[in-house]
């Protein structure tokens, strides 16, 4: 088996677990006129994101983190979730992280 199955068999039992008990949540992504893909995501509204200045200054974000099994996110997409009954939307800005499996995007409100 490769690194990259195992990684992604590993995260997507994580998040089936994760859904189970609300830390993660369904949602729908879509890049530009392309179709909705429904896919699973993980939401950290209050995420510490730390500039590149000679003294750092930690700021706030929203990110949204991705199953690469699942969709592949590009700068632009929009995610849709609805976890409340309080549909919310996000565009993605910056990649901040990734290997194998997951993604991770600074987002902004739609």
Same mark, same amino acid.
């Given at each position: ?27 729908? @992504? ?67 992280? @990734? ?12």
């Amino acid at each position: 088996m490769s690194q990259t199955r195992l990684l992604r068999e590993l995260d997507a039992e994580m998040s089936e677990a994760f859904l189970d008990v609300g830390a993660a949540d369904d949602a729908n @992504y879509q890049h530009g006129v392309g179709p909705i893909v429904s896919c699973t995501v993980r939401v950290d509204r209050a995420a510490e994101i730390f500039g590149d200045d000679e003294v750092p200054i930690a700021g706030r974000q929203v990110t949204i983190t991705f199953e690469l099994a699942e969709v592949a996110p590009a700068v632009g997409g929009i995610v849709t979730l609805d976890p409340n009954g309080e549909p919310e939307r996000f565009r993605l800005g910056e990649r901040l992280a @990734y290997d194998e499996s997951l993604s991770t995007w600074i987002v902004t409100d739609v």
